[in-house]
């Protein structure tokens, strides 16, 4: 009888605690359930990424990967200070910048002179290290690395360079 | 039913509501469509046969068609939860008395039965009251511990569902139930109840 009575005295309580308790119940249901979701669907996504990439290297020669510099904006364009040229997967790209953040000088302790940013056919951006042979002389080769392949490239005079 | 009414989504609450408040007959029907699953997990907390939970189910639909007009609920879900707690507990006492099967109430309430003295809760003033100075201790719960009173004494259900749902150990809720009845029974003691 005594539980009886302490049940029949939770009767009485507020119903703001049990509209509280539903809906607190509610969202973590919800949080579970997107949990549980995740769960199983991420292992599948990631092999599905992979599986995906693997096919498009083996097939596609990781063109899709390609850093899609506008050559047509870059020639006519007079504010980019300095545009490097460079080749890669049979094509010819320019990689225009306005102020790059590098300096052809003794004092750099790596031979890494600076980063570009490029823009792809799809709008996904990438950045690019440019690297330079050597790190005193300006006109050594310069490299621009892509997804960890170095690709060798020239210093345009930003007029005439078409793909 | 007909495929159509099969497919189409539950109904909003005020609409279901409405329905009780027209007298319309496809309020019980729309209740049981966007609730039965849930209702029936409440029921099973404190009655395990499946015959019983269909009873208390069925007599929630009753007193819901009852209960509405005049009661106009804010929230059906916590509505309809009281109800059928009302409803299953009073099917489980019938079992006790009638020596049937206990339910995973049992345990719950045997884990506060040292609060609770016949001579200060022998009539309904007397739960009231006792409902309230519950309520007040509630209020002074935190959040998480405010969850694991309701679904530990509330709706009665199992402790390892409990940590499941908070995605804790079973012990962290063991230690935070013995927290929250030892404040319990402070709060009981400063109201005047003997523990």
Redesign the interface.
Same mark, same amino acid.
């Given at each position: 009888m005594k539980k009886e009575k302490f049940s029949e005295a939770l009767n009485h309580i507020d119903y703001s605690f049990i509209e509280e308790y539903v809906e607190e119940k509610e969202r973590i249901n919800r949080e579970r359930q997107r949990r549980t979701f995740v769960k199983r669907v991420a292992p599948l996504a990631a092999t599905f990424i992979v599986f995906f990439t693997v096919i498009g290297i083996i097939l596609g020669g990781n063109t899709s990967m390609l850093p899609a510099v506008p050559n047509e904006n870059v020639s006519g364009d007079t504010s980019y200070e300095h545009v490097y040229v460079f080749e890669y997967g049979g094509r010819k790209y320019c990689a225009a910048f306005m102020n790059p953040n590098f300096n052809f000088g003794k004092q750099y302790v790596s031979d890494e002179l600076g980063e570009i940013v490029a823009t792809d056919k799809n709008g996904k951006t990438s950045s690019h290290k440019i690297f330079s042979s050597s790190l005193d002389t300006v006109d050594k080769e310069v490299f621009i690395e892509i997804n960890g392949n170095y690709y060798p490239a020239y210093k345009s005079n930003k007029s005439n360079e078409k793909e | 039913m007909s495929l159509l009414s099969v497919l189409r989504p539950p109904l909003e609450d005020a609409e279901i509501i409405d329905l009780y408040f027209a007298r319309d007959e496809r309020a019980i029907s729309e209740t049981d469509k966007k609730y039965r699953k849930y209702l029936l997990v409440v029921a099973r907390n404190f009655v395990s046969a499946q015959e019983d939970c269909e009873e208390c189910l069925n007599d929630t639909y009753v007193g819901a068609w009852e209960a509405m007009p005049p009661q106009r609920p804010?929230?059906l %879900?916590?509505f309809l939860?009281?109800i059928i #707690? #009302?409803v299953s =507990?009073n099917k489980y &006492?019938e079992m006790c008395r009638q020596k049937r099967v206990p339910s995973a109430l049992t345990n719950s309430?045997?884990e =506060?039965?040292m609060?609770?003295? @016949?001579e &200060?809760?022998?009539d309904?003033l @007397?739960?009231?009251r006792? /409902?309230?100075i =519950? /309520?007040e201790y =509630?209020k002074t719960l935190g %959040?998480r511990q #405010?969850?694991i009173f !309701?679904?530990r004494?509330? !709706?009665a259900e199992p402790i390892d569902k409990i940590a499941s @749902?908070?995605s804790v150990s079973r012990s962290t809720v063991n230690k935070e139930i013995a927290a929250i009845k030892e404040g319990l029974r402070r709060a009981l003691e400063r109201e005047g109840y003997k523990i």
């Open positions: - | 804010s929230h %879900k916590a939860t009281s #707690r #009302r =507990i &006492n309430f045997d =506060i039965e609060f609770v003295y @016949e &200060n809760a022998s309904e @007397e739960a009231q006792l /409902g309230a =519950i /309520g =509630i %959040k #405010r969850y !309701m679904s004494y509330y !709706m @749902e908070l």
